[in-house]
């Protein structure tokens, strides 16, 4: 089951590197001036689509795929974050890069304008040499990537109700910005997308009809939360040692409880909306 897990993710690399995306190429690494986007550029849509603000960590480069992830080092200062790269440019002799205000900001060279920099593109190869752990941010998706199955268990407030064959496919796509989420119930399969801006730390699912759900990562956990018409669902996906833990509570929103907003031993306690948890759902899914 391994080798087949190695062989999919091979041929997913194969397919990345005939549409121009390299994962495992020799990585850029350049120094030069870089400056930073004007505030009249904010909601402005840059090459790659994506709509531009100064409040994310983007950049603009002449060459390099959209969606890589580089290190920008302020060689005067030695301070250094984590860029994607979204559009571009810049166009002007001898600046390599450009920046949005919050990486300057946060480089140090607002005032200036300007800064002599190194940048370094950061890969699965070189993550763990380029970065503290705290700052790692390729371990997921790449790590979950491959086929994952095993039996949803469906509770309700009484018991077991029934188990379902589940499957989980996560894979790379030629879009570095999205990989496939597919989820295959028994024989219904719902293909869905997930959408990655890694360097700001934000995903969401994309279910492909309309719907996208953003979710948020923690350490190696992806948590959504989300209503559909009565129901209040929290979903949760954990990847460990043993495989990927799959979690799904559901809640009536009619159901509300209040309780609280009165005083208490002279402090004032907040009222609480509760819903009472429904159903229950679970499944540990192991690598194909």
């Known amino acids: 089951m391994i080798k087949r897990a190695i062989v999919l993710l091979a041929l997913a690399i194969i397919q990345l590197s005939n549409a121009g995306i390299v994962l495992f190429a020799q990585p850029t690494s350049q120094s030069g001036a870089a400056s930073y986007y004007a505030d009249a550029f904010n909601g402005r849509k840059t090459a790659s689509g994506i709509i531009f ?7 603009a480069h002449k060459t390099l795929p959209f969606g890589t992830l580089l290190k920008v080092t302020n060689r005067s200062n030695i301070k250094w974050c ?20 919050a990486v300057a900001d946060s480089l140090g060279f607002t005032l200036s304008g300007t800064a002599e920099v190194l940048i370094e593109e950061i890969t699965i190869a070189n993550e763990q040499t380029l970065l503290p752990p705290v700052a790692r941010r390729l371990t997921f998706p790449y790590s979950w990537c491959g086929t994952w199955s095993g039996e949803l268990l469906v509770y309700d407030a009484q018991k077991l109700k029934m188990k379902i064959p589940m499957i989980l496919y996560i894979n790379p796509t030629i879009d570095s910005t999205r990989w496939e989420w597919m989820i295959q119930y028994d024989t219904i399969k719902r293909h869905y997308e997930l959408i990655l801006d890694i360097a700001n730390n934000e995903y969401a699912i994309d279910e492909k009809n309309g719907i996208v759900i953003p979710v948020g990562l923690f350490n190696n956990t992806l948590v959504s939360s989300f209503d559909v018409q009565d129901n209040r669902l929290n979903a949760i996906y ?13 809640a009536s929103i009619s159901s509300l409880q209040l309780s609280g907003g009165e005083l208490y031993n002279n402090e ?21």
Request: aromatic share 12%; glycine share 8%.
């Open 238 to 250: 954990r990847f460990t040692d043993g495989g990927i833990e799959f979690i799904i509570n559901s």
């Open 268 to 288: 004032h306690i907040p009222r609480v909306g509760s819903y009472p948890v429904s159903l229950y759902q679970e499944a540990l899914l192991k690598r194909e």
């Open 53 to 59: 603000s100064n409040e994310k960590f983007y950049a």
């Open 82 to 101: 984590v860029v994607t790269v979204v559009d571009r440019g810049p166009y002007i002799k001898g600046r390599i890069i450009d920046l949005s205000r």
